[in-house]
């Protein structure tokens, strides 16, 4: 029985250790910082767990803990999946998420629900959080992505901007962001952009570290190495980092 205590605890410790990759210092703590899967992450700050579009099981966040908040950016079953959501314990939950999220949620799962549109803002926990749009271009009602259905959010926490840009194309709203600290920028066609899209729209709102996440498409994974090249060759104080959010 110890042996298998003593086994069980350095499997844990390096599940931890595989996922716990990367910290952010704030004025007020580091921010850690969990990728899972595709557009999934976790995100602890002073005692306080965020999930962003939590899907794969309950076993994804094992040892994560509950969440304090959930966010949400779309309805799509890679953003908005119920049987994670109802997998997990959420009691002691505040969800934020867009409208058309809000209207797909079972009225038990989701007790303390903030809705917010493009634009909007809400404060909790300490932190600041408003709702960005998301979009696919040209604008159609028939796209992927139409316009003001789905939030990319910007997290304001410590002295820190955390911008999660859910399924978007490189849209003026994204280019015009200031003072990003850390982005997490999708690339898949056809659903959102191809890396070239990607690389511009970084260069110009010039976070000072990338994330390249929700990288599947239809042909497979994006070329995240050729991403992080250009994104270097055209601004070197730009970090691009990049992980493994498809583990096998």
């Not at 749009?133 to 820190?160: C, Q, W």
Request: glycine letters at 8%.
């Amino acid at each position: 029985m110890k042996i298998k205590y003593i086994l069980f605890t350095v499997l844990n410790f390096a599940f931890l250790s595989g996922y716990a990759q990367d910290q952010i210092q704030t004025d007020k703590g580091s921010i850690t910082i969990y990728p899972i899967s595709h557009a999934t992450l976790a995100l602890k700050w002073d005692g306080k767990t965020i999930f962003v579009d939590p899907t794969g099981g309950e076993n994804a966040f094992a040892d994560l803990g509950s969440p304090d908040i959930i966010l949400i950016t779309d309805i799509h079953g890679d953003h908005l999946n119920l049987e994670t959501l109802q997998a997990l314990n959420t009691s002691e939950t505040t969800w934020i998420v867009p409208r058309a999220v809000a209207d797909k949620l079972p009225k038990e799962l989701a007790k303390d629900l903030a809705v917010l549109g493009n634009g909007e803002k809400t404060e909790t926990l300490g932190m600041e959080i408003e709702a960005i749009p998301m979009y696919n271009l040209p604008e159609a009602s028939d796209g992927f992505h139409p316009k003001g259905r789905g939030n990319g959010y910007v997290l304001t926490i410590g002295n820190k901007r955390i911008y999660l840009a859910g399924d978007t194309e490189d849209i003026p709203e994204m280019r015009a962001l200031k003072n990003i600290d850390v982005a997490f920028v999708c690339m898949n066609l056809p659903y959102t952009m191809e890396i070239d899209q990607a690389t511009s729209a970084v260069l110009e709102f010039n976070p000072k570290i990338v994330y390249p996440y929700h990288y599947r498409g239809q042909g497979g994974l994006a070329d995240v190495d050729t991403f992080k090249n250009l994104v270097n060759d055209g601004n070197g104080d730009i970090e691009v980092r990049l992980r493994n959010w498809y583990p096998r």
